[in-house]
């Protein structure tokens, strides 16, 4: 199916399904602990041995030799491989480094080797048996440094967000000297990990030479496609599957070394082989969110209107990697005639950068959304105000292109409203409650809409079951769910009566999940595969399917009614089919848009940070499950309170690696931290955007929730801190005296 024209009236608008806060199908399963995740396919590959990684522990250089005498007659040892052990291996398409590196070493907790025993305690004993010998060479392991002479580079994060090396409109020094009110300030973001609850797993099984692999991944298509390119074999000669995910937050969009060390060593010890990568190795041997270095400069005349903005932002990646494309959302969030943004890439020798939930518009926004804040103090105009007074419905650099939708006021408004912005002093430093000094902050939330071509394979039972079937996975975000609802609405069915498999590399191929376009790509490729079910079962049945109504288990038309069943009383009917997109998303610009309020208390005697109260407004299309919705967005929020109050991988500038690489040293939100949260969701429907009308919410629900917290801090004591995370002793010794 051709979406090339805005959609119409069709059987989604009924949302007799589609749209209800229906609770999660695979809840019962994973609440009961009977969804297999990655680790745990014991039946269908029983009597498997045990994975373990031995990573480099040098960040750049050689190994001259590796000794695995005493780990092989170690006891438990079936296998131990290392490159010389596998041969020529190719490089996928998403992988910047090596998944098994040797002789070279490009970064540090590189995986080298994979020891395989009996027991997961036998193979951890044997791998500390294993002594390298290094050749260790120099590596560039401060951003600050090699930025100085980072060369501008353009960057696609592939999740919806990119800029080229430098983009202008208009002019912007001009304008900017000549504004009577200007801020340039520079902001900085930390490298950041993603934290998943489950660790990177996989178990690889051969029958001959075709592989089966159970891993932990996002993107079925892309991690099968990988996985045959680095082994090079077939794609036809491996099965890949990922049914449940327990956590990615990008991590997980590409094939990672656990799948491939599974792999190789299933085929050297000749029988199955489970690995789960230790948490100490994730944070350096995986990839993370690449630190940031962003000058942002605004110049506005006296009564707030924008005249100039720029935005300039440094990264840096490994040899081949790509920039953190921190500058999209200025391109389009706020008017202003003159712009500037560029970006500049530092070539450094730490671990892989690569896409965290909202990869460019997260650290982004962090910066953004105080920049836009410390403007409007200079104004001496409210934040939300300022806001509302730069928005624009046309794309600021392309002023022919209009946003399809664009609710971003509605958002702030009654943001504003429900939270009580009102009762905000606007003189930091006043609110005091107790020892606690307490301020609110405000920010907006921007990402843009990218949908992917998605298809999915239904099948109509004797039984009057619907049987859906896609690759697409359920990162814990409810895809089971909403597919259901997609295909409970289009035929007709309760959702009880829907059956949903997905994350299979021998299904249909969908968008897969990732920078929130897999709920609208997915479900618009199961409503196109319905629509081709419906028009067979119209014909089984001796309708005109543009007539046909499918109602509560029957097919209808004028006066005639049958039940859906009967349409599969000689055998079973399978229907296939893919939305495939036209040329929508040039001619109007997709984006979803919200705004976070936050309240803080900072202790005025330790500094100390305490969130009180948290609400986002969210317009986003169509919500097509406010309760999974919901869900999606507070642990957005949740992050983002981690990225502005606590995240932070701490780099070893001496020998190249991140320092605080497991749980304990590496801190996220817990319970204790997040207070109430709020969130609202708008009455949108997006005509332009898919048949769904639905865009996406996951990654809405964090960009702007930093910037929030930060200007609630300002608010709260007075002090501005432009450098991530908001630790207590950034701010300290220069809070508010207490009287």
Known sequence: MKFDTPAGTNPIDRMKVVGKPIDRIDGPLKTSGTAPYAYEHHREAPDAAYGYVVGATIAKGRVRSIDLDAARQSPGVIAIVTAAEAGKLGQGNFNTAKLLGGPDVDHYHQALAVVVAETFEQARAAAGLVRIDYARGDGRFDLDKELKTAPLHGGNSDEGSESGPEHRTGKFEAAFDAAPVKLDATYTTPDQSHAMMEPFASIAAWKGDELQLWTSNQMIAWGHSDLAKTLNIPKDKIRFMSPYVGGGFGGKLFLRADA??????????????????QRPLIANNTTHRPATRQRIRIGCEADGTITAIAHESGSGDLPGGEPETAVNQTELLYAGANRLTAMRLAVLDLPEGNAMRAPGEAPGMMALEIAIDEMAEKLGMDPVAF????????????PERRFSERNLIRCLEDGAKRFGWSKRNATPGQMRDGRWLVGMGVAAAFRNHLALTSGARVRLGQDGRVTVETDMTDIGTGSYTIIAQTAAEMMGVPVDRVVVK????????????????????????????????????????????????????????????????????????????????G????????????????????????????????????????????????????????????????????????????????????????????????????????ATVSPMKAKGIGELGLCGVGAAVANAIYNATGVRVRDYPITLEKHLDQLPAYA
């Open 502 to 581: 997905l994350g299979d590399s021998s299904f249909p191929r969908s968008a897969g999940s990732g920078g929130q376009f897999g709920a609208g790509s997915a479900t618009s490729g199961v409503y196109a595969a319905c629509v081709t079910l419906r028009e067979a079962v119209a014909q089984k049945l001796g309708f005109n399917a543009t007539d046909a109504v499918f109602d509560d288990g029957k097919v209808r038309a004028g006066n005639r009614s049958v039940a859906l069943a009967d349409a599969a009383r000689e055998g079973e009917l399978v229907a296939e089919d893919k939305i495939e997109w």
């Open 583 to 686: 040329d929508l998303g040039k001619k109007f610009q997709q984006s979803t848009f919200g705004a976070h309020f936050v309240e803080v208390g900072v202790d005025a005697f330790t500094g100390v940070t305490r969130v009180r109260r948290m609400l986002a407004v969210c317009a986003a299309g169509r919500i097509l499950n406010p309760k999974s919705a919901r869900s999606q967005v507070i642990g957005a929020m949740t992050m983002g309170v981690g990225g502005a109050l606590m995240e932070e991988l701490a780099v070893d500038k001496r020998f190249g690696l991140f320092i605080n690489h497991d749980l304990a040293g590496y801190e996220v939100p817990v319970h204790a931290d997040i207070p109430h949260q709020e969130v609202v969701f708008l009455d949108e429907a997006d």
């Open 387 to 398: 806001r509302i007074k730069n928005d624009t419905q046309v794309d600021p650099m392309k």
């Open 260 to 277: 491939v060390l599974a792999a190789l060593g299933a085929k050297g010890a000749g029988r199955p082989v489970k690995l789960a990568m």
